[in-house]
């Protein structure tokens, strides 16, 4: 995390899928996700929100949708951090 | 100077005379339109079909002076997943940033509203993603929008720059950076402008700015009115370029368009230069659309120069170019910008040589220094990765440490090019380190990759820390990019006529006004030089008949672009001639010549110094067993019989074992138990009992043949003594028994034989007259608990004792 801050985990995923857009609308629905689509121009990149995950935590999630990670259609997953940002 | 040209109409745009860094109509104060942005506007480009967008907290596209030039096709809502890039309103304006920034790139011009933005006819949108919890997603989305219709992406955010963090973009926003790079505008590549590291706090440095770090951004930083260092600007290897901000007090401001239709002079810091050179790229692009992110960055390195910004490092790099961790090349110059756009040669495609890792581990010790060297052949022996000429140096580093912040890197090209990739930051205290932290500098652009990279790492500590706690260089690697041919003919015009303009010849040696003005000349009438070149320049191409004037050298350069170079058959003393560079270097200070730069590579030595064949060292004095050896300024080795000797071989002042000094001469020492008479030369023996002696006397006795009693050697000790035998010595010590012992064993712990008056008990001696009467039960308890062997305990009950046997 930057600068030794706990970091801040939200309820969105990106999650890399190999099968396309539709193999992700199935993962998604498998587990209890949303299905926000292809992050940007990213191919195999998918955003999927979890709305019974907490919005803010400083503790990642857990809990069965967590099984997610372990199907083999999914090659990366990751739970997205807020990102302290500042304009210059 | 750019006056107001009476054919080009001023602008009825309210704000226009307070833009000072555009136009020079106000009179009495000093003109600041070195950026030439005027002049490029003259030459007919005002960025006509060029699309921009702001990353940002959104874009008020309702603003009237920016409503004409908004286009919806080049923004878009990442935190409301919507096409509306329009700002949150809140009663603090906290969403005014993007849309301050927008107007400096494509405000209307003409429109009396507000000011001119620097490419008034480009089409400019927002990309709201500040807005919200920025993640990993969020930057990559904002990144990678539309990059087949977006040429540019300006952005004036970045990690806190609170002294602690070390931050950059996440796996997807990397993936989207490469992505834009790769494909975007059409394969030409995404251009991306973003603000050098500061967020308005003190005490952090841009290069734990992962975005301003990486290759694919254009870092720009800012500078004052008057050339004067802002407050908030961090210093920074990766900055390219700079253009005026606000940001000192008694200096003019910058003036832009506000939220809620507004106008302020309240846009500061480097927020404002990333929208600039966006808009100034604008330009360049409308020049030559056909212009690579690549080709912009060698634009804007080749165009932009020092003018009279302030830096206390301003250093030339190994091919020429003026740089600072300030302000990287310089102010930016719009109308060379475009000129030299126009007629642009793409260049030769980018090589990437990833050095091998240096994985051995070095400690940090506080307030000391860690030199560790790699010699690069630039990946010479790979056809597709060899890098000749430099574009960025990435440096990945991995190292421990128990306090990041008192960390400081440096690293040296083998042109002697040296960038601060991290300065200390007193805020940081984490214990993480750096792992596999990208480190980037673009002062070496257009240097020789080949040859040796110096990093340098030190340790500074800000407190007294715990001096056990060392830090570890644990890994480092370099990775070059660059090309492997010249960037072709661009290089020929290196020093391009803005350029010269620009630089007062009245601050330049006289040597470079001549070498420009005959540059000049030569440019003006557009002629080769064709005449013979100097032998030395070997089958170089040369632009004149002597030695300095050859492109490259056939055996050696000698001397730097400062102080002219030339090329040389053989290095001057003083100087090794370096064979991969062809360069002649200096050697170590008390050299006269040498073989390399260390001190003991050394073949001759200065005066004053003496040369130790067996460490090719020079020396002041001569080490033990050597003599200096005047004519020949060496030193010498003495007499095998001396250990110290001076002037001469045999001159000796100190014998080896074995021998003795006589008259300077070490001769073969007499055998133990004898002494040497020099007159004539001759040995006597020592007397009785003495071992060695070094004369006849009593006292000359240096050794004892048996013992030594009050330093004199006897036969044999006396009463109340015993002969104690001392760890490497060969005789032994006469020591006196305990009291009231007359005779004692080798050890002095065992009484033989007691004085008249006591008794001998187990080694001990006791008073006769003591400890008769004792009662036996006191006795019993001495002798049940056996106490008798306590030596102190014995005397209450001696006849118990005695009877205990």
């Not at chain 2, 240096?358 to 597709?384: E, F, M």
């Not at chain 2, 930051?425 to 990759?449: I, L, P």
Request: glycine fraction near 8%.
């Amino acid at each position: 995390s930057p600068g030794g801050s706990r970091a801040v985990y939200t309820n969105h995923w990106a999650v890399r899928v190999s099968g396309g857009a539709a193999e992700a609308e199935r993962l998604a629905a498998h587990y209890g996700y949303l299905n926000l689509g292809q992050i940007g121009n990213l191919e195999d990149y998918y955003h999927f929100h979890h709305s019974k995950t907490i919005k803010r935590s400083t503790f990642s999630s857990r809990g069965p949708h967590n099984f997610l990670r372990m199907d083999p259609k999914v090659r990366w997953l990751q739970q997205q951090e807020v990102k302290r940002r500042v304009k210059r | 100077r750019v006056r107001r040209n009476p054919n080009f109409a001023s602008f009825n745009d309210p704000l226009w005379p307070e833009m000072w860094y555009m136009h020079c109509e106000d009179n009495d104060s000093e003109c600041r339109s070195e950026m030439n942005i005027m002049a490029a506007w003259q030459r007919g480009y005002t960025g006509k079909d060029v699309v921009v967008t702001i990353l940002d907290d959104g874009i008020e596209k309702n603003h009237p002076d920016l409503v004409q030039n908004y286009d919806p096709r080049a923004s878009y809502d990442v935190n409301g997943h919507d096409e509306d890039p329009t700002p949150r309103y809140d009663a603090s304006n906290e969403n005014k940033h993007g849309t301050r920034c927008a107007g400096e790139v494509a405000a209307s011009a003409n429109n009396s509203n507000c000011i001119v933005g620097i490419a008034y006819n480009a089409r400019i949108g927002g990309i709201r993603m500040l807005d919200g919890d920025v993640t990993d997603i969020v930057e990559a989305k904002a990144i990678g929008t539309k990059p087949d219709y977006i040429h540019i992406y300006s952005a004036s955010w970045g990690p806190d720059d609170d002294g602690r963090t070390v931050d950059g973009p996440g796996r997807l926003a990397k993936e989207a950076f490469e992505k834009g790079i790769k494909e975007g505008r059409k394969g030409r590549g995404s251009i991306y402008v973003w603000a050098s590291g500061n967020g308005g706090r003190e005490g952090d440095h841009c290069s734990c700015d992962g975005y301003t770090n990486s290759i694919y951004t254009i870092s720009i930083s800012s500078t004052t009115e008057n050339g004067n260092k802002p407050w908030y600007l961090e210093e920074c290897a990766s900055t390219i370029a700079t253009t005026y901000s606000s940001g000192a007090f008694y200096e003019r401001q910058i003036v832009t368009t506000d939220l809620r239709k507004r106008c302020t002079d309240g846009h500061t810091g480097t927020s404002v230069s990333a929208p600039m050179v966006a808009g100034i790229i604008a330009l360049a692009l409308e020049a030559n659309p056909l212009l690579t992110w690549r080709d912009v960055q060698h634009l804007l390195i080749k165009t932009s120069r020092p003018a009279h910004l302030l830096a206390p490092d301003w250093k030339t790099n190994g091919v020429g170019r003026r740089v600072s961790h300030l302000y990287g090349f310089g102010l930016v110059d719009a109308e060379a910008l475009v000129v030299e756009a126009k007629k642009w040669q793409t260049v030769p495609a980018q090589h990437i040589c990833v050095g091998t890792s240096n994985k051995k581990t070095w400690v940090i010790p506080a307030n000391k220094t860690v030199r560790t060297a790699t010699v690069t052949n630039a990946c010479a022996d790979q056809l597709d990765h060899h890098v000749s000429y430099l574009e960025h140096v990435v440096v990945r580093v991995s190292i421990a440490h128990p306090r990041r912040g008192d960390l400081q890197i440096n690293l040296i090209s083998p042109s002697g090019t040296k960038s601060q990739l991290l300065g200390r930051r007193q805020h940081d205290d984490s214990s993480e380190g750096f792992k596999h932290w990208e480190f980037m500098t673009v002062h070496c652009w257009g240097e020789k990759a080949s040859g040796e990279w110096t990093l340098e790492v030190q340790d500074k500590p800000y407190h007294v820390r715990n001096p056990e706690m060392q830090g570890k260089l644990k890994e480092w690697s370099l990775i070059l990019y660059g090309t492997v041919e010249p960037p072709s003919s661009n290089v020929n015009s290196q020093h391009s006529r803005s350029r010269m303009m620009e630089m007062p010849s009245s601050d330049m040696e006289p040597s470079k006004v001549a070498f420009f003005q005959t540059q000049m000349e030569m440019q003006e009438e557009e002629e080769e030089y064709t005449g013979p070149c100097h032998t030395e320049c070997g089958d170089q191409e040369c632009d004149g008949p002597s030695a300095d004037q050859c492109l490259n050298c056939f055996h050696y350069s000698f001397g730097s672009l400062k102080a002219g170079r030339k090329c040389v058959s053989s290095c001057p003393s003083g100087y090794f001639g370096d064979s991969v560079q062809r360069k002649c270097r200096r050697c170590h200070r008390s050299c006269e010549t040498c073989l390399g730069r260390s001190q003991n590579s050394c073949t001759t030595c200065k005066h004053g110094f003496y040369h130790h064949q067996e460490t090719n060292a020079c020396v002041m004095l001569c080490p033990a067993g050597f003599y200096a050896e005047m004519g020949q300024r060496r030193c010498q080795k003495c007499h095998p019989n001396c250990k110290k000797c001076i002037w001469e071989m045999d001159r000796c002042t100190v014998c080896k074992d074995g021998f003795s000094l006589v008259d300077n001469s070490c001769v073969m020492g007499c055998k133990a138990g004898m002494y040497l008479i020099k007159e004539p030369v001759r040995c006597e023996n020592c007397r009785s009992n003495c071992r060695t002696c070094t004369g006849p006397g009593r006292e000359d006795c240096t050794q004892c043949g048996r013992n030594s009693h009050d330093w004199k050697c006897v036969p044999s000790c006396g009463e109340n003594y015993y002969a104690d035998a001392v760890p490497g010595l060969p005789y032994k010590v006469c020591r006196r028994c305990e009291n009231n012992c007359t005779s004692c064993d080798s050890s002095g712990k065992k009484c033989l034989q007691c004085k008249e008056g006591f008794s001998l008990f187990s080694g001990s001696c006791v008073a006769n007259d003591r400890c008769r009467n004792t009662d036996d039960l006191f006795c019993e308890l001495v002798k049940s608990n056996k106490l008798c062997e306590r030596k102190i305990l014995f005397q209450f009950c001696c006849r118990t004792c005695l009877l205990a046997g």
